[in-house]
């Protein structure tokens, strides 16, 4: 099962790209404070756990269903 805060660098704010819509082979630097260091280079469809949405973006964050009474 997926990390709920896991996301792809394509609509991540790290992804150092200039486009408002990275295609998921746009291969850019990751600019995360703690990725940083490592000088990731990673494409659109690549993603982690540090993911951060985009300003202005709404992910759609799944919850788990209500338990039924
Ligand atoms: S590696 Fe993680 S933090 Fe960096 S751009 Fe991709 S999803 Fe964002």
Same mark, same amino acid.
């Given at each position: 099962?997926?990390?709920?805060?896991? !996301?792809?660098?394509?609509?991540?704010?790290?992804?150092? !790209?200039?486009?408002?819509? /990275?295609?998921?082979?746009?291969?850019? !630097?990751?600019?995360?404070?703690?990725?940083?260091?490592?000088?990731?280079?990673?494409?659109?469809?690549?993603?982690?756990?540090?993911?951060?949405?985009?300003? !202005?973006?709404?992910? /759609?964050?799944?919850?788990? /269903?209500?338990?039924?009474?």
């Amino acid at each position: 099962m997926a990390d709920a805060s896991w !996301g792809n660098c394509k609509n991540c704010r790290f992804f150092a !790209g200039n486009s408002d819509e /990275p295609s998921d082979e746009a291969v850019q !630097g990751c600019n995360q404070s703690e990725l940083k260091k490592f000088a990731l280079v990673v494409s659109g469809d690549s993603g982690c756990n540090a993911f951060e949405a985009q300003a !202005g973006e709404s992910v /759609p964050i799944r919850e788990e /269903p209500a338990p039924m009474h």
